[in-house]
């Protein structure tokens, strides 16, 4: 069956977003347009398309100035879900390490070691 899905986080800062997706590999397509995950899920108005291996995701603005990532894995490649994770785990990550990263940065750091751990949880040590 096909239906959205929206990922489980909000994102707040588009620039941090293109960053993160980038790191995995994906291209952005910033350009506003009628996207189709596939052929059974029908067309959204979405403000920019994250392009990965076997895998697409929409950026849809809310009225808050914050933006929500829609997808349909009904027909991704397991390469997609290699590159995005499971209900875009890995995207989600390294979205977060961009804005911790970023936050590290302000405070005159630097973040010095990153570990994934087999649960999913991201340790970062940081050197400020």
Known sequence: ??????????????DKLFEAAKRLGLTVDHKKQKFAANS???????????????????????????????????????????????????????YSKVIVEDQVSLMGGLVTNTETKNNGEIHLSVSI
């Not at 069956?1 to 588009?14: E, F, V």
């Not at 929409?58 to 879900?81: C, P, R």
């Open 40 to 94: 059974y899920t029908g067309a959204k108005n979405v403000d920019a398309v994250l392009v990965g291996k076997g895998g697409t995701i929409g950026m849809v603005e809310k009225a808050t100035d914050e933006y929500d990532l829609v997808y349909d894995d009904y027909n991704w490649s397991n390469s997609a879900y290699e590159q995005l994770g499971s209900k875009c785990s890995k995207l989600t990550r390294e």
């Open 1 to 14: 069956m096909s239906n959205w899905t929206k990922c489980r986080m909000t994102i707040k800062d588009r």
